[in-house]
């Protein structure tokens, strides 16, 4: 069973750095597209980022450009989200996700097809 294990949330001050990881179990996914979304209340999953299979290219959301790096360990089957100067308006719930029959990045949630529970990220002003 494949499973997704977001972890590195928490309650941050505006302007400060977090950095989020998932780690990957139950199958390889060095050949896979992988991403990361953000969940607030009553809303639907907005992109972050997303990154290649082979870590090469990445795209990043409107609010990510230039302030978070998206990366990956495939060797050690994880995701990493780096954020910095945070918002408050970057609360939420941050989910990452697999797409296993893609191989470069892609900014839809529908074609993510695994994904984990989430960690709260909540950034104060």
């Known amino acids: 069973q494949v499973q997704l294990e977001e972890s590195g949330g928490g309650l941050v001050q505006a302007g400060d750095s977090l950095r989020l990881s998932c780690a990957i179990s139950g199958r390889p996914f060095s050949t896979n597209t992988a991403g990361w979304f953000r969940q607030g209340p009553g809303s639907e999953r907005e992109f972050v980022a997303s990154?290649?299979?082979?870590?090469?290219?990445?795209y990043y959301g409107e609010n990510a450009r230039g302030r978070f790096t998206i990366a990956r360990d495939n060797a050690r089957n994880t995701i990493s989200l780096q954020m910095s100067s945070l918002k408050p308006d970057a609360t939420g719930v941050y989910l990452c996700?697999?797409?296993?029959?893609?191989?470069?990045?892609?900014?839809?949630?529908?074609?993510?097809?695994?994904w984990g529970q989430g960690t709260q990220v909540t950034v104060s002003s």
């Open positions: 996700a697999v797409a296993s029959q893609r191989s470069q990045p892609v900014t839809l949630a529908r074609l993510y097809d695994i």
């Open positions: 990154i290649s299979s082979g870590g090469n290219n990445a």
